[in-house]
């Protein structure tokens, strides 16, 4: 087998590792997914040409936090019901935002 030279090398390399990326994306497990996300050098490389940030990564991802909310809201509903405390009123209800991103 011949060896790939010095100037071949880099231009095999630029033009085969998007290639790869592209079928993992498309074909791979999301596994191999994930796994990329993690290379340091690869993962945002990939994540941005990849996997952009989409309309529909928003929609579904706020449509998963409503229905998580909605459910812990009526579980905590029926345990207080039947617990004899009172229900939350409708300003406890609201979810508290300021101090989510603090650290």
Do not use: C, W
């Not at 011949?2 to 994306?25: E, N, R, T, W, Y």
């Not at 998580?68 to 207080?80: A, G, L, P």
């Amino acid at each position: 087998m011949q060896k790939v030279g010095v100037v071949a090398g880099p231009i095999v390399l630029v033009l085969l590792v998007p290639l790869i990326l592209f079928f993992v994306s498309h074909l791979g497990k999301p596994e191999a997914d994930d796994f990329i996300l993690q290379l340091p050098l690869l993962g945002p490389l990939y994540e941005q040409f990849f996997r952009p940030i989409t309309y529909y990564r928003i929609d579904t991802s706020e449509m998963f936090q409503q229905a998580v909310r909605k459910v812990v809201m009526d579980v905590i509903d029926q345990v207080t019901e039947g617990g004899g405390v009172r229900p939350f009123t409708e300003l406890e209800r609201k979810p508290v935002m300021r101090d989510f991103f603090k650290k």
